[in-house]
Protein backbone atom coordinates (compact mmCIF):
# COMPACT_ATOMS: atom_id res chain seq x y z
CA UNK A 1 0.00 0.00 0.00
CA UNK A 2 1.57 3.34 -1.13
CA UNK A 3 1.30 5.97 2.03
CA UNK A 4 2.79 9.00 0.25
CA UNK A 5 -0.38 10.52 0.49
CA UNK A 6 -2.53 9.51 3.09
CA UNK A 7 -2.98 11.82 6.29
CA UNK A 8 -3.29 11.22 9.52
CA UNK A 9 -6.38 12.00 11.37
CA UNK A 10 -6.82 14.57 14.05
CA UNK A 11 -7.10 12.53 17.09
CA UNK A 12 -10.70 12.86 18.65
CA UNK A 13 -8.78 13.71 21.99
CA UNK A 14 -5.91 14.68 23.30
CA UNK A 15 -4.73 14.60 27.24
CA UNK A 16 -1.66 16.66 28.43
CA UNK A 17 0.92 14.75 29.95
CA UNK A 18 -0.68 15.48 33.74
CA UNK A 19 -3.63 14.22 32.81
CA UNK A 20 -2.43 10.48 31.54
CA UNK A 21 -0.39 10.21 34.81
CA UNK A 22 -3.36 11.22 36.95
CA UNK A 23 -5.63 8.94 34.78
CA UNK A 24 -3.69 6.09 35.17
CA UNK A 25 -2.49 6.56 38.87
CA UNK A 26 -7.15 6.71 39.79
CA UNK A 27 -7.48 3.68 36.87
CA UNK A 28 -4.69 1.93 39.18
CA UNK A 29 -6.18 3.09 42.37
CA UNK A 30 -9.94 1.26 41.05
CA UNK A 31 -8.26 -1.67 39.95
CA UNK A 32 -9.77 -1.34 36.82
CA UNK A 33 -7.88 -4.03 34.36
CA UNK A 34 -10.04 -3.83 30.70
CA UNK A 35 -11.74 -0.26 30.59
CA UNK A 36 -10.66 3.25 31.12
CA UNK A 37 -11.26 6.82 31.03
CA UNK A 38 -15.10 7.31 29.78
CA UNK A 39 -16.08 10.78 27.78
CA UNK A 40 -20.09 10.96 26.96
CA UNK A 41 -22.71 13.38 26.68
CA UNK A 42 -26.19 13.19 28.08
CA UNK A 43 -29.00 15.35 27.86
CA UNK A 44 -29.53 18.56 30.72
CA UNK A 45 -27.48 21.55 31.90
CA UNK A 46 -28.03 25.03 30.32
CA UNK A 47 -27.43 23.97 26.74
CA UNK A 48 -29.41 21.79 27.18
CA UNK A 49 -26.35 18.75 27.01
CA UNK A 50 -23.44 18.14 30.01
CA UNK A 51 -20.70 16.15 29.60
CA UNK A 52 -19.40 13.45 31.69
CA UNK A 53 -16.37 11.74 32.88
CA UNK A 54 -16.37 8.36 34.46
CA UNK A 55 -14.60 5.68 34.97
CA UNK A 56 -15.65 1.83 33.44
CA UNK A 57 -14.29 -1.90 33.86
CA UNK A 58 -15.99 -2.64 30.66
CA UNK A 59 -15.25 -2.00 26.87
CA UNK A 60 -18.97 -2.36 25.17
CA UNK A 61 -19.95 -2.92 21.54
CA UNK A 62 -20.66 0.14 19.93
CA UNK A 63 -17.46 1.51 21.97
CA UNK A 64 -14.54 3.68 20.14
CA UNK A 65 -11.53 3.23 22.14
CA UNK A 66 -8.81 5.34 21.36
CA UNK A 67 -5.56 4.95 23.31
CA UNK A 68 -3.15 7.85 24.54
CA UNK A 69 0.10 7.18 25.87
CA UNK A 70 -1.51 3.72 27.75
CA UNK A 71 -4.52 5.40 29.05
CA UNK A 72 -7.97 4.19 26.93
CA UNK A 73 -10.18 6.20 26.33
CA UNK A 74 -13.79 4.73 25.74
CA UNK A 75 -16.38 6.77 23.77
CA UNK A 76 -19.82 5.54 22.95
CA UNK A 77 -20.55 5.68 19.03
CA UNK A 78 -23.33 6.83 18.11
CA UNK A 79 -25.79 4.26 15.89
Not at 10 to 34: C, F, H, M, W, Y
Not at 48 to 71: A, C, M, P, R, W
Request: proline share 3%.
Amino acid sequence: MDTTNVETPTPIISLTDAAVKEVKRLINVQGIEEGGLRLGVKGGGCSGLSYTINFDDKIGQYDQVHEIDGVKVIIIKKT
